[in-house]
């Protein structure tokens, strides 16, 4: 019975061995390398790409600030006379204005009185001075043979001089109110839109005192902060860009730069010219850019930086059409390219695109090369 079990111990050992050795040459031949060499095969490309050298291009520098918008200039709309009541408002904010349109009117009633008393005293100043010099002309007349006294015939001059002295100012009174009679239609100075209005209807207003408040002409510009390093480089005809807090872009010309920086923040201001209408208003913050004068700049498509880690890479393309990652440093952008400040030559073959699905030391396949006229034609 013993020798019976060993024997069948023997059986099974042996059966396990062999399953053991079969499993082992199954494995062997599907892990097997091909012979063909298609799969890992050094040479064979792993993708196939589209390559680009840098192009240089002309492009203007840019320096990014912020700052309000305001009026360009701003026109106060106050009364030229006091102590009378605002009887018409005309306008209301946001109205646009021309030059010399009525904007409120007084009321007048004062005035229109006061005017017809200096228009009686001015005939009455007038009634005089034709007397005193009827007076003395028929005293002239008389006195051809020396028939009156010398005091007698100064008498005369000096009354018709006095007449015509009151006359005058009774003239002059006339004009004064007149001039009052006018003063009591607000017009505006100059052609603008209405941004704030203080008046009220009804109101005994004072001499000077704010009814309205015009944006001249309607032109609104935007005051961008620099410091004294970046103004350095601002000229008056500059181009800005700037973006609204509702998101529209908006192009201005820079007017001029203040000649003096702030005491308190070291900084000075632009002043640049905004076109209308398109959502600018004065009180509004934004950000945006002015274009300094143009500089070569060494530009690749955008497509072919890859962003990994918070860095910017391009792969370029060796000799034997392998990809290598290099580490770049980017600036300007300007349409689909961005600017390569360092980390690439001139001379480089870069993937154009999908440089994110390559790895180091990659094969592949080139399909296309730039040529010299686009070259010639990319940097015009």
Same mark, same amino acid.
């Given at each position: ?41 050094? /040479?064979?490309?792993? %993708? ?20 309000? %918008? ?7 709309? &106050? ?26 009117? %007084? ?58 002295? &009151? ?84 192009? /201005?010309?820079?007017? #001029? ?42 530009? %690749? ?17 060796? &000799? ?22 360092? /980390? ?13 699905? #390559? ?22």
């Amino acid at each position: 019975m013993k020798h019976k079990l060993n024997i069948h111990r023997k059986q099974v050992i042996a059966i396990t061995i062999t399953v053991a050795v079969l499993l082992a040459l199954l494995a062997w031949k599907v892990l097997k390398p091909d012979d063909s060499g298609t799969a890992t095969e050094p /040479g064979v490309s792993a %993708l196939t790409v589209n390559v680009v050298t840098a192009e240089t291009q002309s492009w203007p520098q840019q320096l990014q600030a912020s700052g309000a %918008l305001t009026a360009w200039q701003e026109i106060i709309v &106050s009364p030229e006379t006091g102590g009378l009541r605002i009887a018409k408002l005309l306008v209301d904010v946001g109205d646009s204005v021309r030059r010399g349109q009525v904007l409120a009117e %007084l009321a007048d009633d004062t005035l229109r009185a006061e005017l017809r008393k200096q228009e009686a005293l001015q005939a009455q100043a007038g009634a005089s001075l034709a007397q005193a010099s009827t007076n003395r002309q028929r005293a002239q007349s008389v006195d051809v043979a020396g028939a009156l006294a010398p005091q007698k015939m100064d008498e005369y001059v000096a009354n018709e001089a006095t007449a015509s002295a &009151s006359f005058a100012s009774a003239k002059a009174d006339v004009e004064s109110a007149r001039l009052k009679l006018a003063h009591t239609r607000i017009v505006a100075a100059d052609d603008g839109v209405v941004s704030s209005k203080s008046a009220i209807l009804g109101n005994v207003v004072n001499t000077g005192a704010e009814l309205f408040r015009l944006v001249r002409q309607g032109r609104v510009e935007w005051r961008a902060e620099l410091d004294s390093r970046q103004l350095a480089g601002v000229r008056a005809g500059q181009t800005a860009r700037l973006v609204l807090p509702g998101g529209t872009n908006v192009e /201005g010309k820079v007017r #001029l730069i203040s000649p003096t920086l702030s005491t308190a923040t070291g900084r000075g201001i632009v002043y640049v010219s905004l076109p209308s209408g398109q959502g600018v208003q004065p009180g509004l913050f934004a950000s945006g850019t002015i274009e300094l004068d143009a500089m070569p700049a060494l530009t %690749l498509p955008q497509s072919a930086v890859v962003l990994r880690d918070g860095r910017s890479y391009v792969y370029a393309v060796d &000799s034997v059409n392998k990809a290598a990652s290099r580490l770049v440093t980017t600036a300007r952008r300007q349409g689909d390219r961005v600017e390569i400040l360092s /980390g690439l030559d001139g001379t480089a073959r870069v993937v154009a695109s999908g440089g994110a699905f #390559l790895s180091e030391g990659a094969p592949v396949t080139v399909t296309s090369a730039p040529t010299a006229a686009v070259q010639k034609a990319g940097a015009k």
